[in-house]
């Protein structure tokens, strides 16, 4: 069938948008034990009207999507309406992750700050439209497409506690058994290329290294790290790029 596509004015940019048409269709809620489904009434649409007319909060990055496989080869996300980063979060979805994003950077303790940047990162990619709406699933959370960026016909959007909730228990378990002191573990990233660390100073290697062309890590990190603002340089990220025109020929020199 024809995708149905409307048009709309983005403040943030200054244009005016094309984008596949949307409507609230189902809402889950929950009222003590017990989970109800209702049609979206006429107060559940005000609402969301008086969220969309909201301004975008700063937090929310808003740059364009630079040209890269993922997003403008494998799949066009353009004819998902999706030309720039913030166009990849409904108008609720944006405000709910801009407030967690301030809260969490308005801590003062840099190691605090940055394991709840951590766990609000988590709910990036499902607080998206990339999350699809999987009726069957155990949960609403986590349900978009591994390895590509695929916007489904049918979006799923949870409320923030219900995708962090759970991952707050696990994440407090999980780093309850780690050392918790400062200055014991160090962490560098960058390309192996250029490696800081002198001769004789290390006693064991341990390598995930990348595989060929399946997965195009920095494209796919691009929508996260956009909310730190330190973006992967993918130039020498060893991988079969076909956007960059990197093929194995040219991984092997
Ligand atoms: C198989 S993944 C490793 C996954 C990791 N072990 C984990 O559990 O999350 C390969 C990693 O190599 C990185 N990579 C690609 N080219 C690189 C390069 N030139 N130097 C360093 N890392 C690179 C990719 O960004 C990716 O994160």
């Known amino acids: 069938m024809e995708r149905l596509y409307e048009t709309r004015f983005d403040a943030v940019i200054g244009e005016q948008i094309r984008t596949p048409k949307r409507t609230p269709a189902r809402i889950?809620?929950?009222?003590?034990?017990?989970?109800?489904?209702?049609?979206?009434?006429?107060?559940?649409l005000a609402l969301l009207e008086k969220i969309a007319n909201l301004p975008l909060p700063p937090e929310v990055p808003v740059q364009k999507l630079p040209y890269m496989h993922m997003t403008h080869e494998r799949a066009r996300m353009d004819a998902a309406g999706v030309t720039h980063v913030h166009h990849f979060f409904l108008p609720r979805a944006a405000q709910a992750l801009a407030a967690l994003w301030r809260k969490?950077?308005?801590?003062?303790?840099?190691?605090?700050?940055?394991?709840?940047?951590?766990?609000?990162?988590?709910?990036?990619?499902?607080?998206?439209?990339?999350?699809?709406?999987?009726p069957t699933g155990f949960s609403q959370v986590n349900q978009y497409l591994t390895g590509?960026?695929?916007?489904?016909?049918?979006?799923?959007?949870?409320?923030?506690?219900?995708?962090?909730?759970?991952k707050s228990k696990r994440l407090t378990s999980t780093f309850s058994v780690q050392p918790r002191k400062a200055?014991?573990?160090?962490?560098?990233?960058?390309?192996?290329?250029?490696?800081?660390?002198?001769?004789?100073?290390v006693d064991y290697v341990f390598t995930d290294p990348p595989f060929g062309q399946n997965i195009y890590y920095a494209d796919l990190n691009y929508l996260v790290e956009s909310w730190h603002r330190v973006l992967t340089n993918a130039e020498p990220e060893a991988i079969v790029d076909r956007a960059k025109k990197k093929i194995s020929s040219t991984i092997r020199r």
């Open 183 to 201: 200055g014991i573990v160090t962490n560098q990233t960058g390309t192996c290329a250029v490696f800081s660390v002198g001769d004789s100073a």
């Open 148 to 166: 590509v960026y695929y916007v489904a016909s049918q979006h799923s959007e949870p409320s923030p506690w219900y995708v962090l909730d759970g």
């Open 104 to 134: 969490a950077s308005a801590e003062r303790d840099g190691r605090l700050r940055n394991m709840l940047l951590f766990f609000v990162e988590q709910a990036i990619w499902t607080l998206s439209l990339l999350n699809r709406y999987r």
């Open 28 to 44: 889950n809620y929950s009222v003590g034990a017990y989970k109800y489904e209702k049609s979206a009434d006429l107060a559940d």
